[in-house]
């Protein structure tokens, strides 16, 4: 049963999905419906988590916007998410970053890992 699942899940995978994971920062092509019009809008930010798989494959993306700070979360397979782009690659040695909700201004950023 697990085996047929999959072979139906097979045909809504995407295979452009880049090699992204938590700390780095990715910028989201999103499709946005107004009215009658479909627009793309880019979200910018963080991963500070990643769960899921298959199909389910869903990530979280932070950012602080005039020290506000949004989270939103995604589908990685979603119609919906155009396009992701990796921006930059963090070291980070948790899964899951919560406590970037604590911090605030330079103490929230991530080192970028160098290649």
Same mark, same amino acid.
């Given at each position: ?5 999959? !072979? ?16 780095? /920062? ?17 979200? !910018?930010? /963080?991963?500070?988590? $990643? ?11 932070? $950012? ?8 939103? /979360? ?22 899951? @970053?919560?406590? @970037?909700?604590?911090?605030?201004? $330079? ?9």
């Amino acid at each position: 049963m697990p085996n047929l699942i999959d !072979e139906l899940e097979k045909d809504f995978l995407k295979s452009t999905v880049p090699d992204f994971s938590v700390g780095d /920062t990715v910028r989201v092509h999103v499709k946005v419906r107004e009215g009658e019009r479909e627009r793309l809008q880019v979200f !910018e930010g /963080t991963v500070i988590r $990643r769960r899921g798989g298959g199909v389910n494959e869903n990530f979280t993306v932070r $950012r602080v916007t005039g020290e506000v700070g949004v989270e939103r /979360t995604f589908l990685v397979h979603s119609p919906i998410v155009s396009d992701i782009d990796l921006m930059r690659k963090g070291k980070v040695r948790r899964s899951k @970053l919560y406590y @970037l909700r604590d911090r605030v201004g $330079r103490a929230a950023r991530v080192k970028e890992q160098r290649s």
